[in-house]
């Protein structure tokens, strides 16, 4: 952690361009476009930000052990890794939700064992136990939706943007689990020695998308 | 289980080198000497505790404990912390003694990690705890003590963030209502969760200004007038009288000029049920962990079977050495002696005398070790006594 910049961990995609754009509406001085470099670690002292680029499920990680301040992290990826972090403001950008999916022909009672396959076994075993289900999980990396088509879990529980890739899949949501954006957080120690800067921050994004929820 | 190769510990177990050992101990000392020098008198407890007992009392999340049994099938625990078995000490053998009771430990306590590494199951923690005392004098002595030892311990910056849970309680529960639904806001807080905390006062049937006094609970961080702030949004006696507190506490780490070091932050909740007024974290720029943390927990000596009040504090030795190691260069060791056979006693003599002086003083023959020149850099100073220059190098 550097005394004069803050450190921000960002995903690498989309939700960095999304959280890119909120950050210049917020009049940081930001370079119009962050050329498409293999970078990791990108410095803007203009602006007081150095960005290091992460998987979207390490963001927590980073601002909890205090290498980064703050950070963009979904709501999914925080619920699954439970981390000391304040979670300071709703961004509401890259807004979808997690669902339940399983093939049409579906039938509960046709279940071996209720297997469920998912890229989220700590999210998942804490929801279905809220429901009153004991299920047994399968962890997965990607293509999740692969799982009920060959066969491995009847079940999947994944992220749902528009519900393409279900569909594409030949998949149908059986229950939708809660929605999910991307939240603002903050290191304990970082959000005390750095107030300043993080308070003006939060301060500005909170206008921010307090603009654009009246313009919709 | 796979079988273990003979390098392997236990999750989160960590030794500690020569190197960071000795400036491990120089920190310990320092917080040591400063401690007693309040007048606070050190105390041992035993590793192993009752789970019922100790355990249960503890702030340390049950997860957290390291648990085995004993040959009559008791649970123990190794200590997870060191408030709970002084307090366990001060309800009962040190019960009639006069109070206040100041005492101070400097310990291993031990919690269990589960998810992964980064974090120590095992590490020392020096602190104070002062037992019988309600006043806010009693805490400004434990904050101010706490910040005189992080100052002796040579950490560059520091930080101390105080709250207050009384003031918490009484705004939750004078917007509230009830007990129910404060433990429930309160648990967002704890959590850190100031998302979820909106989205669900945004939800509550209250009055626009109910909801802002919430709203505006979050922001409570900052200077000296963040207390001036949360006294329009609290009407109750409770919690006026925790915002009392706090200022006299100000006033108070004024008089020990202590204020810039330090700010307030009514949202801070360390635990859902365990303090019951004034806490406190501390902080080392660079370090993304609290150093120490501490407050007052009335009720705790209650489950001990003795009502009394109490406060302390307790600082990470690992963390702390860890801000300091960051500020600090490589120690180089103080001095080497390397002789031959036929010098040792003038090399012995030279010893006597520098370790008179309060050096530290390696003596090496020179047919003990394979590379002199690497072996020799360690050291600030090397001095040679090889050869036979007649100098008083008598042989057998």
């Given at each position: 952690m550097s005394k004069d910049l803050i450190t921000v961990a960002m995903p690498k995609g989309r939700i960095f361009e999304e959280a890119v754009e909120l950050l210049k509406k917020a009049d940081y001085p930001l370079p119009p476009e962050f050329e498409?470099?293999?970078?990791?670690i990108i410095e803007v002292p203009e602006a007081g930000m150095r960005f290091i680029l992460a998987k979207p499920m390490d963001v927590p990680t980073y601002v909890e052990h205090g290498v980064a301040d703050v950070g963009v992290a979904g709501k999914d990826v925080m619920i699954e890794e439970k981390r000391d972090i304040y979670e300071v403001l709703d961004l509401k950008i890259s807004a979808c939700y997690m669902a339940v999916a399983s093939l049409p022909s579906y039938n509960p009672k046709s279940e071996v064992a209720p297997k469920i396959a998912s890229k989220y076994p700590n999210l998942t075993s804490e929801y279905f136990r809220q429901q009153g289900e004991q299920v047994e999980i399968i962890k997965l990396n990607g293509s999740i939706e692969l799982a009920p088509i060959i066969g491995l879990a009847d079940r999947i529980v994944d992220i749902v943007s528009t519900g393409q890739t279900l569909r594409e899949n030949g998949l149908v949501e059986l229950e939708t689990m809660m929605p999910i954006t991307s939240r603002f957080i903050v290191n304990p120690v970082s959000y005390r020695t750095k107030s300043a800067q993080i308070d003006d921050m939060v301060d500005r994004l909170a206008e921010v998308i307090a603009k654009g929820e009246n313009n919709q | 289980m796979t079988k273990l190769f003979m390098f392997e510990k236990p999750l989160g177990m960590r030794d500690t080198l020569p190197e960071l050992y000795q400036l491990k101990r120089q920190v310990k000392q320092a917080i040591s000497t400063e401690v007693s020098q309040w007048g606070y008198e050190p105390i041992e407890t035993p590793t192993l505790e009752f789970y019922e007992t100790v355990g249960t009392a503890s702030a340390i999340l049950d997860q957290q404990l390291f648990k085995l049994l004993d040959q009559q099938g008791n649970t123990l625990v190794l200590r997870p912390d060191m408030t709970a078995p002084i307090a366990r000490i001060a309800a009962?053998?040190?019960?009639?003694?006069?109070?206040p009771l100041r005492l101070t430990y400097d310990a291993p306590v031990f919690r269990a990690q589960q998810r992964e590494g980064g974090r120590p199951a095992e590490f020392e923690q020096v602190g104070v705890e002062l037992i019988g005392d309600q006043s806010n004098s009693a805490d400004a002595e434990v904050i101010s003590l706490m910040m005189a030892s992080l100052e002796r311990s040579g950490v560059q910056s520091y930080q101390i963030a105080i709250g207050h849970i009384g003031f918490v309680n009484a705004l939750l529960k004078e917007v509230l209502g009830n007990d129910a639904r404060t433990d429930h806001f309160r648990r967002y807080l704890y959590e850190k969760n100031y998302v979820g905390f909106r989205k669900e006062v945004e939800q509550l049937p209250l009055s626009s200004i109910d909801k802002r006094r919430l709203y505006d609970l979050l922001r409570l961080k900052g200077g000296p007038e963040v207390i001036e702030k949360a006294r329009q949004l609290v009407e109750s006696k409770e919690g006026q009288a925790a915002l009392d507190q706090l200022e006299q506490l100000i006033s108070v780490l004024d008089t020990y000029e202590l204020a810039d070091q330090m700010m307030i932050d009514l949202n801070l909740v360390m635990h859902m049920s365990y303090y019951t007024g004034t806490v406190f974290e501390a902080y080392s720029e660079g370090l993304g962990y609290p150093v120490g943390s501490g407050g007052r927990y009335d009720q705790l000596l209650d489950q001990f079977d003795h009502h009394e009040p109490a406060t302390g504090f307790g600082l990470r030795l690992d963390r702390l050495t860890e801000a300091i190691g960051k500020e600090k260069d490589a120690l180089l060791k103080d001095t080497c002696l390397i002789f031959s056979h036929d010098r040792r006693k003038e090399a012995m003599e030279k010893a006597k005398e520098l370790r008179g002086t309060g050096q530290s003083v390696v003596m090496q023959e020179l047919t003990g070790v394979q590379n002199v020149d690497a072996y020799s850099a360690q050291f600030q100073d090397v001095i040679y006594y090889v050869g036979t220059n007649g100098n008083g190098g008598a042989s057998q």
């Open positions: 498409e470099s293999r970078k990791l | 009962s053998t040190l019960n009639k003694e006069d109070r």
